[in-house]
């Protein structure tokens, strides 16, 4: 990632959960360097609605204090998260982004 960020990207998507790529180490390390967009893990969606609770506010309150960040699944939704999951992450980040 440094040499991204050495090199002038300031903007980084996806943020894949399973590939290692934690969006708060990262935001911590660059602070506002680097926009992050991404960083929900969807095999957390898939489970029920307190995982996908406790995964989107572990991250999104903290990433969006700084801004830069676009809270987004950390690549596409899978088939496998049930509709009422999806709704409830969708309505999670309005609650925290407004």
Not at 20 to 38: C, F, N, Q, S
Not at 42 to 52: I, P
């Amino acid at each position: 990632m440094d040499m991204f960020v050495e090199s002038g990207v300031n903007f980084f998507m996806p943020f894949e959960i399973a590939a290692g790529m934690d969006p708060l180490p990262i935001r911590e390390r660059y602070g506002e360097k680097l926009v992050i967009w991404g960083g929900i893990d969807k095999r957390e969606l898939a489970k029920d609605l307190d995982a996908v609770e406790r995964e989107v506010m572990s991250k999104v309150p903290k990433l969006m204090e700084t801004g830069g960040y676009i809270p987004a699944v950390d690549h596409l939704v899978p088939p496998d998260v049930p509709f009422a999951n999806y709704c409830r992450f969708v309505e999670l980040i309005r609650q925290v982004c407004g």
